[in-house]
């Protein structure tokens, strides 16, 4: 159920359906509206209706949900000592119903195994991502919180860093940093900054597009190791709404800063892990930054480079965990909640691709199928709101990263 956006004005029903949510078909939608089970204000349209503003839009639907990562919801829980609550989010699982997920989310996995009820997420990270969320326990820390982590002018600082594994040798030295040719396309280096992208670059001080050597963090306690940081600054634009999908680009692209630093090499699968650190906070920014850079996330399926190097052990992990239990929503709880009365329930099953086409390779997509999650972890948060409250929440390493050398370990207990 929502009301009509602005883009939508004007714009006919289907159009909007198919263009802006991709968890059915095309013609899943067409037959939904013509049932009525996608209504405008209550009322059957045909599919070429126009959206009014105003127009409040309701899609009545049988669901099944893909499988994800299960993890028990106490044993998500990291600190739950402040008016701030800090979860380790398994991969695979979005933080809040959303598309094809409702109750595989982790607000709703939270509200059912869990004390932890009516929590206010203050920010997301995506579904194929895994690591620390922060939700608040009131209206008003959940508004200070989550200004700073969207990074409000005056709302305060904040430290974001994340783990990564990527395909290929990172740069270890300024001469090899300086080496890297960002990989873009030509057209998307065309175009300039609509008037709100430079002046966020001038309140934030977001670099010129390029790959930059960061000297600020290049030597550790010892004096003898050196460890180089790479920046990557390039605007970042929707490139498709329905596929969620983002793209490196300067005509109306958002300005958007990374930093990374390496911490090891594997040569035997010719990856490395990684340090990664959001400047800025753009969709999919630590991905596209990665992968423009020639060091594209493992298992990343929108960004990454053309295979899962490590299917095996994502297979293991799913066989040595739980999966999510069979949620859907026509069992006798849903029953009691749903809206949808036994006629339309009948109406919804009829189109339901699940029911009536063989199962889950026809309801779901690729990515919802097959790609349980990515080598990108959120590891730690360090925050101070604008009125002095301070935080700082930090993860058990994930698997992905459980093989770092001692050295690298102390240079993640040294990130201030």
């Given amino acids: 159920e929502t009301f009509t956006k602005q883009r939508w004005i004007g714009r006919a029903i289907l159009d909007i359906f198919n263009n802006e949510f991709g968890a059915n078909t095309p013609e899943y939608h067409r037959k939904a509206i013509e049932l009525g089970l996608i209504s405008v204000n209550g ?33 998500m829980v990291i600190s739950d000592a402040s008016d701030v609550v800090a979860l380790n989010k398994p991969a695979s699982m979005p933080v809040h ?9 982790l607000t709703s996995v939270l509200a059912k ?13 995506d579904r194929l991502t895994s690591g620390l969320v922060l939700m608040a326990k009131n209206k008003e820390v959940a508004n200070a919180v989550a200004n700073v982590m969207s990074r409000k002018p005056n709302s305060g600082k904040v430290k974001k860093s994340y783990l990564a594994r990527v395909h290929g040798k990172f740069p270890t030295t300024k001469e090899e940093v300086s080496a890297v040719e960002l990989q873009i396309p030509t057209p998307n280096q065309q175009g300039t900054l609509d008037k709100e992208g430079l002046e966020y670059v001038k309140r934030t001080k977001v670099r010129e597009p390029g790959v930059y050597v960061d000297s600020s963090l290049d030597v550790n306690e010892d004096k003898k190791t050196a460890y180089v940081s790479m920046i990557v600054s390039y605007p970042l634009r929707c490139a498709s709404k329905r596929k969620g999908e983002w793209e490196c680009g300067i005509d109306k692209g958002k300005p958007s800063m990374s930093r990374f630093r390496a911490l090891s090499h594997d040569e035997k699968t010719n990856t490395s892990l990684v340090l990664a650190e959001p400047l800025t906070g753009r969709t999919h920014q630590l991905r596209l930054h990665l992968s423009a850079a020639g060091f594209p996330i493992v298992n990343d399926p929108n960004y990454g480079k053309d295979g899962n190097i490590s299917r095996d052990r ?12 069979n949620n859907h929503n026509d069992n006798d709880e849903e029953k009691e909640k749903s809206p949808v009365g036994d006629d339309e329930i009948c109406l919804c099953k009829s189109i339901c691709r699940f029911c ?4 889950p390779s026809a309801a779901f997509n690729e990515n919802q199928l097959r790609w349980i999650g990515m080598d990108l972890h959120a590891f730690r948060y360090q925050l101070e709101t604008a009125d002095g409250r301070k935080y700082d929440f ?23």
């Avoid at 119903?97 to 989310?105: I, L």
């Avoid at 195994?113 to 990270?125: F, G, N, S, Y």
């Fill in 43 to 75: 009322k059957t349209v045909p599919t070429s209706y126009q959206v009014k503003d105003g127009d409040e839009i309701i899609h009545k639907s049988h669901t099944h949900e893909p499988p994800v990562l299960y993890m028990d919801g106490l044993s």
């Fill in 97 to 105: 119903p959303s598309g094809a997920y409702r109750a595989n989310s």
């Fill in 113 to 125: 195994e869990t004390d932890l009820k009516d929590l206010k997420p203050v920010h997301r990270i």
């Fill in 314 to 325: 994502v297979e293991a992990e799913m066989k040595r965990q739980k999966t999510a239990r």
């Fill in 356 to 359: 009536n086409n063989g199962g």
């Fill in 394 to 416: 930090q993860t058990p390493l994930p698997s992905f990263a459980r093989t770092l050398e001692l050295k690298c370990l102390n240079v993640l207990s040294n990130i201030t």
